[in-house]
Structures are given as structure tokens and as C-alpha cells.
């Protein structure tokens, strides 16, 4: 791939990022990645810029996010990042890389290099393509250098991989089950298994049953009767517990008004089909389970 100027010169400085956050990393003696990550808009002007754990804590991606400006938000167009976007946390109350990518309104993604975890290995690239997001990688030069700069993590990872030991990680789940709600947040489990969300759930379904729609369907009834005006679920959800609910599902953030009504309708029938598929179960019981 050819890159602007703009581009190529994002590419460098995200190089130079990985490279300081050396200065930020865990001294607990393991192997980690140095990462850079920088934000531009659709004209390739930079926005923000992170390194990893510059706040002590954030992957580079969340780093980058968290430093837009308010009004920089909507202009988000390129994430350049010399690593492939994480997708999982050891904590699931933290949103992986990729899916937070995806939520900042992203439509590009250039990346320096694949994760060759096995925790990781292309499945951040996957949620990024299975969301519409175009991503590429550095070009041949760039990508050398960000090799370069993070050898040790790549030969540790990579040597692990391929000795068929692989580093026991909290959080990871399969990847068919990367957006299954049950590994969301915990707000969002302790939602969903709540007797008030049950009560409506059901209500909802008895309604649905009473038409004699195929129950096929009932993610899409689910979706259109939850958001009518005064209706307990949307009222309950929308704010901080949708966007847990959204950023989770790595739902993009709408651009226009019909865009945002897709992604709301998506959240929404997403609960309902996940209420669906449990709803024979003891709540009680999914509760504990899912919330300990």
C-alpha cells in the first residue's frame, strides 16, 4: 500500500510512540509489547496520540481514544497503531482494543504488525473486518522497523506458540463467542440477569406469542417494543449501560441519525435474542453463574 505523506508520517511517529513506552512498561519481568497508536481524521490529520500504558494502565489504541477532544470525536477516521488491536482484557469489564476501535467511529485501521499471541493471532483484524472497518498494514519498510522494535515480544510469543505451550491468560474466551453477551461487562451481566429486566423480558414475549409470530422473530420484536417511548428497558439501558452494551458489541458510532438508529435497533435485538436463547433457564441460578 502507498501512503500519503500524512499517512506515512502517522506510521513514524506511532513507531516513535512504541518506542517510548518503553519508558511506561510493567517491571514485573515478563515480556511485553511496545505500542504506539495515532488518530487521524478523513483528511489524515492527527487528532490524538498514546503509547502504551501512559496512564499507567491503557493499551496505546485506549490511550489515543481517551485524549480526543470532545469535539475531535466525530471526525475520527484512521487509527494507525504499530500492533494488531487487542481482542479480549484480562478484566471483562474492560472493552478489548478492537472492539473500542470500532466504537470510536474508525473506518480505517493501519497496523505495523500482527499479535502473535495465541491469545490474539489475527482475531482483533477479524472483529475490525466482521464490523466493515478496512485495515492494512504498514508498508514493507515501516513494518521491518516495528519488527525490529518489538523482536523480543515477537520471538517470545511466537516461540510459544509453536512449542504448543501457551501463556494461561484470565478473560480470553473462544472466538465464536467474542460478542456473546454472557462475557460482557459486569454491569451488563448483572443487568441482563436482573429480576426487573426478567419481568419486562417476559411480558415482551407473552405479547410476542399472542401474535403468532414465528419466534425467529423476536429479537426484532424485542428490539422495536423496547425502545417505544417510557418503555422500562430502554429506560433502564440507555446512557452509561448502552454504551457498555454498544462498545461491547463493537456497534460503530453513527455518523447520521439512520446509522444510529441501526446500531440502537442492533443493541437492543441483540438482548432480546440473548434473552431468547436463555429464557428456559433458572434466573436465579444465571445469575450466580454469570455473576458470581
Known amino acids: ?6 499517512l506515512e508520517a502517522a506510521c513514524r511517529d506511532a513507531i516513535k510512540l512504541a518506542k517510548k513506552s518503553e519508558s511506561y512498561m510493567e517491571r514485573d519481568g515478563k515480556i511485553h509489547p511496545l505500542v504506539g497508536a495515532v488518530i487521524l481524521d478523513g483528511e489524515d490529520n492527527q487528532l490524538s496520540r498514546g503509547a502504551r500504558r501512559e496512564d499507567g494502565t491503557s493499551h496505546a489504541e485506549v490511550v489515543a481514544i481517551r485524549k480526543l477532544r470532545r469535539s475531535d470525536v466525530p471526525r ?7 500492533l494488531e488491536p487487542c481482542c479480549y482484557r484480562n478484566d471483562l469489564n474492560e472493552i478489548c482494543c478492537a472492539k473500542q476501535v470500532v466504537r470510536s467511529g474508525a473506518k480505517r485501521v493501519i497496523i505495523g504488525s500482527l499479535d502473535p499471541a495465541a491469545s490474539v493471532r489475527g482475531r482483533g483484524a477479524h472483529i475490525l473486518q466482521l464490523r466493515k472497518v478496512y485495515f492494512t498494514m504498514f508498508p514493507e519498510a515501516l513494518n521491518r522497523e516495528v519488527l525490529d522494535v518489538n523482536s523480543n515480544y515477537i520471538r517470545w510469543e511466537s516461540e510459544l506458540y509453536g512449542s504448543g505451550r501457551k501463556r494461561q491468560r484470565h478473560g480470553i474466551v473462544r472466538d465464536d463467542m467474542e460478542l456473546s453477551l454472557e462475557f460482557g461487562p459486569a454491569r451488563v451481566r448483572r443487568y441482563l440477569t436482573s429480576r426487573e429486566f426478567w419481568s419486562e423480558a417476559e411480558s415482551l414475549y407473552d405479547e410476542f406469542k399472542s401474535k403468532g409470530i414465528p419466534e425467529v422473530a423476536f429479537g426484532k420484536f424485542f428490539s ?12 433502564a439501558v440507555e446512557g452509561r449501560l448502552f ?4 462498545g461491547y458489541l463493537a456497534v460503530p458510532q453513527g455518523s447520521t441519525p439512520t446509522e444510529t438508529a441501526t446500531g ?22 444465571l445469575r450466580a453463574k454469570l455473576c458470581g
Open 1 to 6: 500500500m502507498r501512503l500519503s505523506r500524512k
Open 76 to 82: 475520527v477516521h484512521t487509527v494507525v497503531t504499530t
Open 224 to 235: 422495536l417494543r423496547a425502545t417505544f417511548a417510557n418503555n422500562r428497558i430502554a429506560h
Open 243 to 246: 454504551q457498555l452494551f454498544a
Open 264 to 285: 440502537r435497533q442492533y443493541v437492543y435485538q441483540t438482548i432480546g435474542e440473548w434473552w431468547l436463547l436463555n429464557m428456559k433457564k433458572n434466573r436465579r441460578s
